[in-house]
C-alpha cells in the first residue's frame, strides 16, 4: 500500500506565497508520474501541475509563471510552489502519484488534501 502525506496549506494574502509538499511512502518500487491538483467549492477537481518522471514539467495556464513544481532529492517527495497567489487560487490541493508497488502492479494515491485559501 502507498501512503501520501500532505503539507503546507494555509492562510495568505493575495500576492503571497506558500509551498505544498507530498511525501509518498510504503510499498514502492518505481513512480512514474507526481502532480498536484485542485478543487474549488462547486467546481470540478482540476490538475494544478504535473511532473513525469523524465522531468518534464506541465502546468495549467492559470498558473503558469507563478506556481512551480518540483522533486526532491530523493525523488518520492514533491513540492509546489505557489507565488503570487490570487483568490481564485483558494482550493483544497491533493497530491497524485502513480507508479509501481513492489509486487510490480500499477498503483494511482492521492493525498489528503490541503486547504488553500487566499484572501485579505
Known amino acids: 500500500q502507498v501512503h501520501l502525506v500532505e503539507s503546507g496549506g494555509g492562510l495568505v494574502q493575495p500576492g503571497g506565497s506558500l509551498e505544498l509538499s507530498c511525501t509518498a511512502s510504503g510499498s514502492i518500487f518505481s513512480i512514474n508520474d507526481m502532480g498536484w491538483y485542485r478543487q474549488a467549492p462547486g467546481k470540478e477537481r482540476e490538475v494544478v501541475a504535473r511532473i513525469p518522471s523524465n522531468g518534464n514539467t506541465e502546468y495549467a495556464d492559470s498558473v503558469k509563471g507563478r506556481f512551480t513544481i518540483s522533486k526532491g532529492d530523493a525523488q518520492n517527495t514533491v513540492y509546489l510552489r505557489m507565488n503570487n497567489l490570487k483568490p481564485d487560487d483558494t482550493a483544497t490541493y491533493y497530491c497524485?502519484?502513480?507508479?509501481?508497488?513492489?509486487?510490480?502492479?500499477?498503483?494511482?494515491?492521492w493525498g489528503q488534501g490541503t486547504q488553500v485559501t487566499v484572501s485579505s
Open positions: 497524485n502519484v502513480v507508479g509501481f508497488n513492489t509486487t510490480f502492479r500499477s498503483f494511482d494515491s
